[in-house]
């Protein structure tokens, strides 16, 4: 087939003819698909449903700790293990928290905000103009926590090796630039790991700020699609990295269970050096007693080691595997003919990322929802859900089964392409 | 038997032999008993065993909602019901966190640093000189969380009645004070539950500053030493009795099942009008998705409302009862004679609050350390840890088991004995 910018004004109106009845067709099956958050499936939930047998009445660490009981704030030791196996520090790094490792982020920001950094000349809340570095197109819900604390959200763009260097090297010459987000494994949306250059420019680079901070949320860390071992720990341990390069205070690192067992009842933490860990743990100790230690020994129990944890992925990989397939080939059958859009194929991680033809995103989103398909909104990606381009919407392909996201995704590469023919047409006018 | 103040010096001397011999005697013991913290005991902690068994492999909410998934940031609305019930307010009020409900109260305060209140004019981090009203002896973990955030402290004496009202009443004429901290049923340390008119004169009092807060700590709510049903929800709630008298944004009400199921893996909530909910969701929503959802299905399904509640607080009263009467038997065996010390004699609630006789109880808690028995230090229920009087020991008799709590109390009996007599002896010089 011919791509569209090849096609005469009337091949193009003959092809949006031809669209438009697909399009009236889908919208007439009154359909509900929603491909809108990575959440995990049900089937994926199920993989965990037993994971409270393992308490079996014994609620005590191999310590002998109680943990039904007030202390540890820190966390169990034996769950402390196996995250600091997964993130390649050791267990005395880690500090464990509830369910949501996105409340430690907004937490370790909030500390700073009102306390400051160790080594802060003085809390951020007092910093005005404040600023944070977005790799983008990112984790709406990370912009979300800077925009709301106050920081001015500045997008860098993300390639295919993480977020582009060179600008991040130059605006952190910038002393109100404070921090960066980065989704290192997997990024959300486009499933990028950072290379090792990356990795290491972020921990060597000199920045104006004493206290600048990397927020490295390791949310795919274990999230592969692949069984390939070598898939696997790719990534250097940042906190290592940041030391070697005497910028041992520079890195918070975030994890969670949250798409191991369950979304709504895992486990999170964080780890940092010592100097960090020390003095979080000031504040964190006048905040609470404890987190949920039962969850915590349930898990260790559960997912003793990163060799459970490997092979409790591969069984989330059997599931996702088929889906990600599933949206890849509707989109190359769809829109393989034509380079007006691309896309990413990630090997892990819950998300496809779809650039449609510029200007085109929000008509797509829009259209998509008269034909009952949720997406997450165009735009939803990029600091203060603007996307520049209009191109970009992100696919979740991990909750719907393989039937709905075929037909979303259909759905979805139609409206694609209606958009574009009409926009080649308006250019032709 | 003759009062210490009535004996001569030489009976006081004799006096003093015998007790030191009996002191020396359990010395030799080299006992370790621990009667510092409120913490539930491993027979009250096996009562909850079994909670996770409700679960099944169904983890879906009476509307069908998956508790392993994310959203529902609020908490779902069967356990919300349960908290409602318990707090006498509707369940639109409540907000659930996880398992410490300290916690929730350090973030409601750090929202107000960072971002004031809905009806503060500017944040509190910028109100140099802001002050916290504590109601004294309280509870050591409140005042470390106003103390962390820079709050001068304001003692205000607790009477039979609940906080010094009249003093209260003149403290908030100051607009730099911003809240108190209450814990109106069953006060730590003293077993104090607040009378009508305490609570309606908070509700109805006149404060200089607009965005002053009630901090109502609600954690021993059900925690009734007797069966008798009318020491049962003597309070009035609270969140009505402020809004009848025109300051609806006046009071945060927090509870947890700390000591109703598992301290390290129960639930908790706080409670507040609209006005104060959609301002606080407005940051919690940027906070967190969810906390852990399957941990509150499970107490829902556990304690599905406040008669069960009701029921399964019973079976830790039959526990807790006999470890109170012991503590009582003792003090009053040993110290029954003079009027040099009180103690309270609570119906509910996990403390007993000892007074010796002013300047002495520095001295006995470490005496009573050298002879084995952990006390809170002296001085822990006041703000920065500073007892004027040097009187007031917190004993917790909940978790040693009975033998151990007679005699960890004998020992601080002959204590105060012990440095009474001294400091007589020392007057008679």
Redesign the interface.
């Known amino acids: 087939m011919k791509g569209y910018r090849d096609m005469t004004r009337e091949e193009l109106l003959a092809e949006r003819q031809e669209l438009n009845e697909r399009y009236e067709n889908y919208k007439a099956l009154n359909l509900t698909l929603d491909m809108t958050?990575g959440?995990?499936s049900?089937l994926q939930?199920d993989l965990?449903?037993d994971i409270?047998d393992v308490?079996n009445?014994d609620?005590k660490t191999a310590k002998g700790q109680?943990?039904?009981?007030?202390?540890?704030a820190e966390g169990i030791e034996e769950i402390r293990a196996v995250f600091g196996e997964i993130l390649g520090t050791d267990k005395d790094n880690i500090f464990m928290g509830?369910?949501?490792s996105?409340?430690q982020m907004?937490?370790a920001i909030?500390r700073s905000?009102?306390f400051g950094e160790v080594d802060s000349p003085k809390?951020w809340?007092q910093v005005e103009g404040r600023k944070w570095l977005c790799p983008t197109p990112g984790y709406d819900?990370h912009f979300?926590?800077t925009e709301?604390?106050g920081f001015e959200l500045i997008p860098v763009p993300i390639t295919e090796d993480g977020p582009d260097m060179d600008m991040v090297e130059e605006l952190v010459k910038d002393e109100k630039v404070k921090g960066i987000w980065c989704v290192p494994c997997y990024s959300n949306p486009d499933g990028i790991v950072y290379s090792k250059e990356t990795c290491e420019r972020l921990a060597k680079m000199e920045t104006a700020a004493s206290d600048f901070r990397i927020f490295w949320d390791n949310a795919y860390v274990v999230h592969h699609l692949s069984e390939d071992r070598n898939e696997w720990g790719k990534l250097p341990d940042m906190l290592s990295l940041c030391e070697s390069y005497g910028h041992a205070n520079r890195v918070y690192e975030f994890a969670s269970s949250?798409k191991i067992t369950?979304?709504?009842?895992g486990i999170s933490c964080f780890a940092c050096n010592k100097d960090n860990m020390t003095y979080a743990k000031k504040?964190l100790n006048?905040?609470?007693?404890?987190?949920?230690?039962?969850?915590q020994l349930a898990h260790a129990r559960y997912l003793p080691n990163a060799e459970a944890v490997y092979q409790h992925m591969m069984k989330h990989a059997a599931i996702l595997r088929p889906k990600f397939e599933a949206c890849q080939n509707v989109l190359n059958e769809e829109l393989g003919f034509d380079d007006l859009w691309h896309w990413t194929n990630p090997k892990g991680g819950y998300f496809v990322s779809f650039y449609a033809m510029p200007g085109t995103a929000t008509k797509i989103v829009s259209m998509c929802k008269e034909a009952g398909v949720a997406l997450t909104p165009a735009g939803a990606s990029y600091p203060y859900g603007k996307d520049p381009q209009d191109s970009n919407i992100r696919l979740a392909p991990s909750f719907p089964v393989i039937e709905d996201i075929e037909k979303a995704v259909r759905i979805l590469a139609i409206c694609a392409k209606i958009t574009a023919v009409d926009k080649l047409l308006e250019d032709l006018k």
Do not use: E, H, W
């Open positions: 958050r959440k995990p049900p939930l965990s449903n409270y308490l009445g609620f109680d943990t039904r009981n007030y202390g540890i509830n369910s949501s996105l409340n907004y937490d909030m905000m009102v809390p809340a819900r979300r926590v709301t604390f949250s369950f979304a709504g009842g504040y006048a905040q609470t007693i404890c987190t949920n230690k039962v969850n």
